[in-house]
């Protein structure tokens, strides 16, 4: 049975930092690539950053540099750490495989940046 479950979301001011973790199910972790995504009210989900199982990583031009993704393929738990977060990094987070998610998506951590 395939399961994600992301935690570790809250309320953030401006300028602070979140991180992020995602515990996979090991039919789904092991030896594939992750991913974060991300649904803002009102829009679509759209794609974050993602690490390769050898720990080849990408980010979306709207995080890079402050977002870090990582992996503990020991744990099958997959990472994100948010420093220097934007009111626009207001969103529902969740991981997935990566670039092609699986058709299963975990409840996801709500993130809000506000003051």
């Known amino acids: 049975q395939v399961q994600l479950v992301e935690s570790g979301g809250g309320l953030v001011q401006p300028g602070g930092s979140l991180r992020l973790s995602c515990a996979a199910s090991?039919?789904?972790?092991?030896?594939?690539?992750m991913g974060w995504y991300r649904q803002a009210p009102g829009k679509q989900r759209g794609w974050v950053a993602g690490?390769?199982?050898?720990?080849?990583?990408n980010y979306a031009a709207s995080v890079e540099g402050r977002f870090t993704i990582s992996r503990e393929n020991a744990k099958n738990t997959v990472y994100l750490q948010m420093n220097s977060l934007k009111p626009e990094d207001t969103a529902v987070y969740y991981c997935?495989?990566?670039?092609?998610?699986?058709?299963?998506w975990g409840q996801g951590t709500l993130v809000t940046v506000s003051s």
């Open positions: 690490i390769t199982s050898r720990g080849n990583t």
């Open positions: 090991g039919s789904i972790f092991s030896g594939n690539a």
């Open positions: 997935n495989l990566w670039p092609s998610p699986f058709g299963v």
